[in-house]
């Protein structure tokens, strides 16, 4: 298990150190500003949708190392989904770093998303690694003046 977290944390610190993605998209349909204040992660989210399938997904923002390997990550795993699915994604992410550690069935749905299941045993940063996915979420909900915050 110990290989197994180094290299979940290779590749966050990798995702960290060269974000995916970190750009503001020319051409954006919906755009949500998310913040973490027990943290100072801050997050903008922009997508690009085409009957529904989302063709473009970006981020820029300023955070901890785990927001934004996990912004960086979430915009990887979301081109070409539906907003259903991604909105599907997004609960089994949320369910999967907020459920108990031990069962840890259905991760693999999430694919390299699962390298956040660790998360789990540090509820401080629950909220970093979630921050980008509530805010895709309100982005997905036609987006608000307001930004999201984790503590609402
Ligand atoms: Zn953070």
Redesign the pocket.
């Known amino acids: 298990m110990s290989d197994l977290r180094e290299l979940y944390q290779q590749v966050i610190l990798d995702h960290n150190k060269s974000p995916r993605n970190f750009r503001e998209l020319d051409q954006f349909d919906h755009k949500a500003d998310g913040h973490?204040p027990?943290?100072?992660?801050r997050v903008t989210v922009f997508l690009k949708l085409d009957d529904g399938r989302i063709v473009d997904v970006s981020f820029q923002g300023q955070?901890?190392a785990?927001?934004t390997a996990s912004a960086s990550m979430m915009t990887e795993s979301l081109k070409g989904k539906t907003v259903a699915e991604a909105q599907a994604m997004f609960q089994e992410f949320h369910d999967m770093v907020t459920g108990s550690c031990e069962s840890m069935s259905g991760v693999s749905k999430l694919g390299k998303l699962a390298v956040f299941q660790g998360v789990c045993e540090f509820p401080m940063?629950v909220?970093?690694a979630t921050?980008a996915w509530h805010t895709l979420n309100a982005a997905l909900d036609g987006g608000s003046d307001q930004p999201v915050s984790t503590e609402e």
């Not at 027990?38 to 992660?41: A, I, T």
Request: proline share 0%; charged share 25%; net charge positive.
């Open positions: 973490n027990l943290c100072g992660d955070g901890c785990i927001s940063r909220k970093c921050i």
